[in-house]
């Protein structure tokens, strides 16, 4: 049972592809702006498919194309993609559960699901 708390996220993934733009700097000082999509969201940033490798601790703006609502992000994980792409973890600077506009399940909602019946 403690394992399993200690293994549980903050909030729930969900695996969808959202429009985003991630704007920045590169380690060179040059501005960078790439259109791109979620792989995963979750009330306190997202997993996004980039073209470029950023640095783990790098500051971006994260812009919702839908809602054209932005927000402050720090690159958390770089890893390697598909087709030569990054997969580059953002994590939002300023909780903001309500970024997406999306209703996440609940934190226990699989625990309740994977959870056996008790018996009497």
């Known amino acids: ?24 700097r590169l380690a060179n000082k ?3 702006s790439e259109n791109a ?6 009330a306190h940033g997202a997993l996004v498919e980039l073209g470029i490798p950023l640095d783990q601790g790098q ?8 809602t054209s609502e932005k927000i402050a992000s720090e690159v958390k994980l770089v890893t390697p993609g598909e ?24 934190e226990d909602w699989s625990a309740q699901r994977l959870s056996p019946a008790k018996k009497a």
């Open 59 to 66: 500051r971006v703006i994260l812009h919702n194309i839908r």
């Open 1 to 24: 049972m403690t394992s399993t708390i200690s293994n549980r996220r903050r909030s729930q993934r969900l695996f969808i592809q959202i429009a985003v733009q991630v704007q920045g």
């Open 30 to 32: 040059s501005e960078f």
């Open 83 to 106: 087709s030569g792409k990054f997969n580059v973890a953002l994590e939002f600077v300023d909780p903001n559960p309500g970024f997406w506009h999306i209703s996440f399940p609940p």
């Open 37 to 42: 999509h979620t792989v995963v969201v979750n």
